[in-house]
């Protein structure tokens, strides 16, 4: 069972909610897929690590036997590629590594080599299996990453930690998720963001609820949203200094606090429910 957590923005409490619930678990699996941020690692402090490099194609051409017919520049829509001065240039930087200009080079000049865009680590904290991707400073995309991260997941319960907002990447991250908890703050901001991925969700066809995280007493915009587009409410974190203290001290709720502990327990629980129907309900 894939369940991805996932929000419009950053510092909603995603990866609050993805390292607690699958703390309190018992034996799963947590995936950090925000490869640009990752923050995971640092609640779990996971050991036996395993680091492996994620590579991606990146084209490479024989001057000799380009003749400059410009096929791959017409070609390449990220205009990684120019002919100047009789010689064709390649920008490796926003090269999307979809190998067409290798593909149509009339002349076979064009070939590829393997370039390191980044690396996965994997480990154990207790009964978690931890992994995380970590993209290199200055690289186009982290979906290699991302699809690294997702390949040969091991059976049982996994929590994906989702990157924020909408883009490539988080649909990469969730495409295959069974099932999608929105974390959303009590602000109008807070409902704005969740609008963005709740749009995408829905394109996807995939089951969801919502955490309302940071409530206070008195009006709740984000809740308001929910119950207007019908999103199942899953549970409520409410604003507490006590649990910001221990998040800052990157430090895991449920591991530190019996109170935590049941919170997350009960909100496991209700998520595991909500699954169930919905598989049950697709049957």
Not at 177 to 204: S, W
Not at 247 to 272: C, D, P
Request: hydrophobic share 40%; glycine share 10%; charged share 20%.
């Amino acid at each position: 069972m894939k369940i991805a957590v996932l929000s419009g923005k950053g510092g909603t409490g995603k990866t609050l909610l993805s390292v607690n619930l699958a703390a309190v678990a018992g034996e799963s699996t947590y995936i950090d897929c925000d490869v640009e941020e990752p923050n995971g690692h640092l609640f779990f402090k996971p050991d036996q690590i395993r680091s492996e490099p994620i590579t991606i194609k990146i084209p490479v051409v024989d001057q000799q036997i380009c003749d400059g017919c410009r096929v791959c520049v017409d070609f390449c829509k990220f205009n990684a590629l120019a002919y100047i001065g009789d010689k064709l240039l390649i920008f490796e930087e926003v090269c999307h590594s979809c190998g067409g200009c290798v593909l149509f080079c009339p002349l076979r000049a064009l070939s590829e080599r393997d370039t390191v865009v980044g690396e996965i680590r994997r480990g154990y904290s207790d009964q978690v299996r931890v992994a995380s991707g970590i993209l290199n400073i200055g690289e186009a995309s982290g979906i290699p990453i991302v699809k690294g991260l997702l390949r040969d997941i091991p059976a049982g319960t996994t929590f994906i930690d989702c990157p924020p907002g909408s883009a490539c990447i988080v649909m990469e991250s969730i495409k295959d998720a069974d099932y999608c908890i929105f974390v959303a703050e009590p602000t109008l901001f807070g409902v704005h963001n969740l609008k963005m991925v709740y749009q995408l969700v829905r394109l996807f066809g995939k089951p969801h609820g919502v955490v309302l995280n940071k409530c206070l007493p008195g009006e709740n915009p984000a809740e308001e949203f929910c119950r207007q587009q019908g999103i199942p409410i899953l549970g409520k974190i409410p604003f507490d200094p006590e649990l910001g203290t221990i998040n800052s001290e990157a430090l895991i709720a449920a591991r530190e606090h019996k109170g935590w502990k049941q919170v997350f327990q009960e909100l496991l629980q209700t998520v595991m429910g909500e699954v169930r129907r919905e598989t049950a309900s697709h049957s």
